[in-house]
């Protein structure tokens, strides 16, 4: 089982960043790849960035690349993502997976509690 914490959630202006976090507790963190996906009022949850288990692979949502950065620190058992140039269209509750690879919630098997971000124009 693994157990996973996000936080660092929050309100924004626009333009602003904020940095993500995922605590893992449980199976050895350095052996599971990490996802975040975001879901907004009334909206399917939306993949929004990945991370291999050492870190050496990543991909972000064409949306999202070059605003935001997906990272990890295993030493830490940490997920991190971090928000740059945030819009109001970021507003939503972001959750971080573990334990899968894809673009689709689906694809992994853990998820957290989630963490809201409020972007205000």
């Known amino acids: 089982q693994v157990q996973l914490v996000e936080s660092g959630g929050g309100l924004v202006q626009a333009g602003g960043s904020l940095r993500l976090s995922c605590a893992a507790s449980g199976r050895t963190f350095s052996t599971l790849a990490v996802g975040w996906f975001r879901q907004a009022p009334g909206k399917e949850r939306e993949f929004v960035a990945r991370i291999s288990t050492s870190g050496s692979l990543t991909y972000v949502a064409d949306s999202m690349e070059g605003r935001f950065t997906i990272s990890r620190d295993n030493a830490k058992r940490t997920g991190y993502l971090q928000m740059n140039s945030l819009k109001p269209d970021d507003t939503a509750i972001y959750y971080c997976?573990?334990?899968?690879?894809?673009?689709?919630?689906?694809?992994?098997?853990?998820w957290g509690q989630g963490t809201q971000v409020t972007v205000s124009s």
């Open positions: 997976a573990a334990a899968g690879w894809g673009s689709l919630p689906t694809d992994y098997a853990y």
